[in-house]
């Protein structure tokens, strides 16, 4: 099936005004939003920490990437808010009749935030970059299709062709990682094998350019990083203003998450993303006076789960854990460890009933490739009871769980210290199956030695942990289902699938990845859910709601499941203020 | 002072009854969660009713949430449910191997009587309080017996050899002193089993406070011992050829019980204060046995500390447990130096 992807904004005219920069003979702006926007302003953000590089090609951490995500543009984009790939740096594309090739049409005219050019070969320059194993790039795994690296050649000055070793479901969302870096500034510490230590915070702010609505202007050590307005930016609005509308765009540096909240409440931050529903209410709280926007965008695509440690522990001397994964391991034990667990209990009492109870791995924030048809058995002690004894279980006359042996059934779950949320859970869970004569203890763990246990060691018994929010494409998820991956976390390093149902995830999820038609991907994928639900390796618990604030004079404050709140930093602005304004 | 003293002697005793028999006078099991009122505030107790009649026989409404928010709740004005005396309620054991039900006061059921309000899952917390103080307590009780026998052997031995032995025993003390201790507690807590239950937990927690306690107290017997062996009358008696255990036990150890029973109404307080940082940190008792410091832990949280005032109790029962202690030091203190003379 051959798609051909057409614009569906118009180009704006040649020679469009613009607020600053003189705009090249024949620039291809993107013309999009109202245009009823205001320059002006500066927008305050607080990170939880530091930003580590400012490498687009190196930034694995959240802090840098939402740094990055702002100073950065790519080819094709994934609209935030509706989750469709767009046009971007690429005008437009399309795909060859094998599914394996892709044109792409870039703008032309565009220059960098320091003003020089941009044309193919920064293109050519950035995927060399990301592909080249001596830079080690977190892009690298995504531009490796069917275990080959795709190959990129340069048509004419404005035109690329990227080919991939086999047809991939993702081509168009791959491309939506991929920050075009400026061949005329990193060249020479490409060539020289110093990229890795290219751009870090302390590189002067002239020496960074990118293509995104905003340059580096100022770093502060522990404290700031301030961003202004590139006036080289390819977007226009309707009015043929050049985007974006605010002149700065400063990240404080903060603790934690209640740290972030104070700022935010006494005004010295104007927007606040993943705020947990307790801090949310504290927001509410004071909303009438202080007007924030407030905004609950329903569940994310986070899944929180229980998991029990099935690995194979052969080498390992833990025998405590090896004895006990005869329960683990039995399905009618993980049964009836769900069917006991209070679902409701953890949405209202962690959540405040901002959250959704889970019964499977896609939330239903994600609507698209949700399977609807998982069943959703509510709470029955009566059930998880019948399902233990199914298994030989019993009860002594105190209502202690012993097993076939003899061994009373006490585990430990294992939850990260610094997530009240998570300990909240387990605290719930160990009353729930209190009840159906379950000992179970609760161990919060700092999260660095918790992660160490559950990949490395496997000393642990059971954790509370959560997985998602990437993408909405199951293809974000791939390391999780295949048994090989790396986030297969109840049984790691598997060389071949160890249960019947496992090489079924594997067939389909690795199926699902070079079929091209929706409908036939869901399909797959839906089975896939349902494998999942029906085996139970992850207990699903909840999927908590995408929770964000703003000031309540800032415009076009759109916030999405993805990237939350400046994902359309070059839109906002600030509305003129009837009263007299803080700043 | 006479009734001073009193108030604060029956005070202290009236705290320590309260805790000891905590089993008694909670109307609940510590654990026992409530689901549907979480952060419920303290019950209104009331005496006239909505009609504006008059009972004699105190009584709380049922809470009902407010639909409109979390953690607001109304009083359901149809249900009236009075106080009752004796209630059966959840087992406990009074000492162990003696379990009954029989609580001090509670309400009939469904309806729920929570006088300092609930917690985040519904657990009463004056339940919870008063289990959670039988743990710091004794907890602090305890680890200051094992500190202060430490104290008094190593302190009496070092004193009263003198020379290489008391060299050892007090640069020893120094280095105890001198280790920072919070990280090595972390690195402990890391280094043991995860399984560990409450009582084996607790054990930990008083020898670790005793290890690091003796000291301090071990240095001030040890020169008390020092001096009362250089006084005259003992010099005297053991020119007359009193032997050694006689000494000690006649001349030298009494010199040295005014101190001990100061540190010891010091180091409780002290003691109490550690398990809290501790469990604070996360490295005492675990849920859902209550400590005051694990009850206190929840107040790290920004939305805790600034909605739920009721949740700051066991600050509040902490604070009225050290100033009692404090001031039964000086009295002690006072009282001994007058024996002395």
């Not at chain 1, 479901?169 to 020479?188: C, G, N, Y």
């Not at chain 1, 029955?380 to 009860?395: D, M, N, P, Q």
């Not at chain 1, 297969?488 to 090489?503: D, F, I, N, V, Y």
């Not at chain 2, 029956?10 to 909670?26: D, P, S, V």
Request: glycine share 8%; net charge positive; proline share 6%.
């Amino acid at each position: 099936m051959r798609i051909l992807v057409a614009l569906t904004l118009c180009l704006m005219p040649l020679g469009a005004a613009s607020q600053s920069a003189a705009p090249a003979v024949s620039e291809e702006l993107l013309i999009e939003g109202q245009g009823a926007g205001r320059h002006g302003g500066r927008l305050v953000m607080a990170l939880r920490a530091e930003p580590r590089t400012l490498n687009p090609a190196l930034a694995t951490d959240s802090p840098s990437r939402e740094v990055i995500g702002r100073m950065t543009a790519d080819l094709i984009h994934v609209n935030r808010a509706s989750q469709v790939p767009e046009p971007a740096l690429a005008k437009s594309w399309s795909r060859s009749a094998d599914g394996r090739a892709y044109t792409l049409r870039l703008r032309r005219g565009l220059r960098f935030s320091d003003g020089h050019p941009f044309d193919a070969d920064d293109v050519m320059f950035t995927f060399a970059v990301l592909l080249d194993e001596r830079v080690a790039a977190s892009q690298r795994d995504l531009l490796m299709v069917g275990g080959k690296p795709a190959i990129v050649a340069k048509v004419d000055s404005h035109t690329v062709r990227v080919t991939l070793a086999q047809p991939s479901a993702a081509a168009e969302r791959m491309f939506d990682s991929i920050a075009i870096l400026p061949k005329h500034q990193l060249e020479t510490a490409f060539r020289q094998g110093t990229l890795a230590t290219a751009w870090t915070l302390a590189t002067p702010p002239a020496a960074i350019a990118g293509l995104g609505p905003f340059r580096l202007k100022e770093y502060v050590a522990g404290q700031r990083i301030v961003l202004e307005r590139n006036p080289y930016y390819w977007k226009a609005d309707a009015a043929a203003r050049r985007l974006p509308y605010l002149d700065e765009l400063v990240f404080l540096f903060t603790g934690n998450e209640d740290a972030q909240v104070i700022r935010f409440q006494s005004g010295e931050s104007d927007v606040i993303a993943r705020v947990s529903p307790e801090n949310f209410a504290v927001l509410a709280r004071d909303q009438p006076v202080k007007k924030f926007q407030l905004r609950d965008l329903g569940p994310s695509l986070d899944y929180n789960f229980l998991v029990f440690n099935q690995n194979d522990l052969a080498g390992k001397n833990l025998p405590a854990i090896a004895r006990k994964q005869r329960w683990f391991s039995d399905l009618n034990f993980r049964t009836a460890v769900s069917r006991a667990i209070d679902r409701e209990g953890i949405v209202r009492l962690v959540y405040r009933g901002r959250a959704a109870a889970l019964w499977g791995n896609v939330s239903p924030g994600n609507s698209r490739w949700l399977n609807t048809a998982i069943p959703r058995p509510p709470r029955s002690v009566e059930e998880a009871r019948a399902l233990l004894k199914a298994s030989g279980f019993s009860w002594r006359p105190d209502g202690a769980l012993v097993d076939g042996g003899g061994e009373r059934v006490q585990f430990t779950i294992a939850t990260s210290s610094s997530n009240a949320q998570r300990t909240e859970m387990a605290t719930l869970i160990q009353a729930d199956l209190k009840e159906i004569g379950m000992d179970v203890r609760v161990v919060p763990l700092e999260f660095r030695a918790l992660l160490d246990r559950v990949v490395q060691t496997f000393d642990y018994e059971a954790t509370i942990q959560a997985f998602g929010g990437g993408d909405a494409d199951p293809n974000s998820e791939i390391h999780v289902w295949l048994s090989r991956g790396g986030n297969h976390w109840w049984r790691l390093g598997q060389k071949t699938p160890q249960t019947t149902w496992e090489a079924e995830i594997d067939r389909l999820m690795e199926r699902q990845l070079v079929t091209l038609d929706y409908a036939e991907r869901k399909r797959l994928y839906d089975r896939v859910q349902q494998i999942v639900a029906e085996q139970l390796p992850f207990i699903f618990l909840a999927s908590p709601h995408v929770l964000v604030g703003a000031r309540g004079d800032l415009a076009n404050f759109q916030p999405a499941a993805l990237d939350h709140p400046l994902w359309n930093a070059d839109h906002l602005f600030f509305r003129p203020q009837l009263t007299t304004g803080r700043r | 002072m006479t009734s001073r003293r009193g108030l604060l002697f029956g005070t202290l005793a009236a705290i320590h009854a309260l805790i000891l028999f905590a089993g008694f006078f909670a109307p609940y099991d510590p654990a026992e969660q409530a689901r549907v009122i979480p952060y419920a505030p303290p019950s209104r107790v009331h005496f006239v009713d909505v009609e504006g009649r008059f009972h004699w026989r105190p009584f709380v409404y049922a809470w009902t949430p407010d639909p409109a928010a979390y953690d607001r709740y109304l009083e359901d004005p149809t249900s009236r449910f009075p106080l009752q005396l004796f209630v059966r309620g959840a087992e406990y054991s009074v000492v162990p191997g003696i379990v009954t039900n029989v609580h001090l006061f509670g309400v009939a059921g469904p309806a729920r009587v929570a006088l300092l309000g609930t917690d985040g899952y519904g657990r009463d917390v004056l339940s919870r309080l008063l289990h959670g103080g039988r743990l710091s307590l004794i907890a602090g009780l305890l680890a200051t017996v094992c500190s202060l026998i430490a104290a008094a052997l190593i302190g009496t031995l070092a004193g009263f050899s003198g020379g290489t032995v008391d060299q050892i025993l007090m640069r020893t003390a120094d280095l105890f002193m001198a280790i920072p201790w919070l990280y090595l507690l972390f690195a402990v807590r890391a280094a043991l089993p995860l399984q560990m239950d409450a009582r084996d937990t607790f054990l930990l927690l008083v020898v670790v406070l005793g290890v690091i306690g003796w000291a301090r107290p071990a240095r001030l017997i040890r020169g008390i011992v020092l001096s009362a062996r250089e006084r005259t009358y003992v010099l005297a008696a053991r020119g007359f050829g009193a032997p050694r255990r006689y000494l000690l036990r006649r001349h030298v150890l009494p010199q040295t019980a005014g101190a001990m029973l100061t540190q010891a109404a010091l180091l409780v307080p002290h003691y109490v204060l550690a398990e809290v940082t501790l469990s604070f940190l996360g490295l005492g008792v675990g849920e859902p046995v209550p400590s005051w410091g694990n009850m206190l832990g929840a107040l790290q949280q920004y939305h805790v500390l600034t909605s739920y005032w009721w949740m700051f109790a066991p600050a509040v029962a902490l604070i009225v447990v050290t100033f009692g202690y404090h001031l039964l030091t000086s009295y002690v203190h006072e009282r001994m130096r007058v024996v002395a003379i």
